[in-house]
């Protein structure tokens, strides 16, 4: 897989998980406790957890392959289990020099 595709994956899944805690906080959550639907936060959650996951396998494939230093690594292993730190990661990230190289 090319270097640019496999960062190109990692912004967008990001991206996905980022917007699915979204919907899990806004939508899901509220569907379960207004209206009585625990399955939405079921449905969901699991969306989440899943893109959450991938976010961090591509995350240490990128590292493994030494495609993203250590920090950046770091940096985006820290972000991710703050909510929304994706996206701020991602504003930071795609400004340095290793989205580009």
């Known amino acids: ?7 190109s994956i990692f912004r967008f899944l990001g991206f996905l998980e980022g917007g699915s805690l979204l919907l899990l906080l806004f939508i899901a959550m509220p569907a ?7 399955e939405v936060v079921t449905v969901f959650g699991s969306i989440h957890g899943f ?9 240490a494939v990128l590292f493994f392959k030494k495609l993203l230093p250590f920090q950046w690594s770091l940096m ?11 996206f701020v990661y991602d ?11």
């Open 1 to 7: 897989m090319q270097i640019q595709t496999l960062k």
């Open 32 to 38: 379960k406790y207004m209206a009585g639907k625990p």
């Open 51 to 59: 893109l959450f996951t991938l976010y961090l396998i591509i995350l």
């Open 76 to 86: 985006a292993l820290v972000v991710a289990f703050i909510p929304f730190g994706t």
């Open 91 to 101: 504003h930071f990230y795609i400004r340095s020099n290793y989205y580009e190289a």
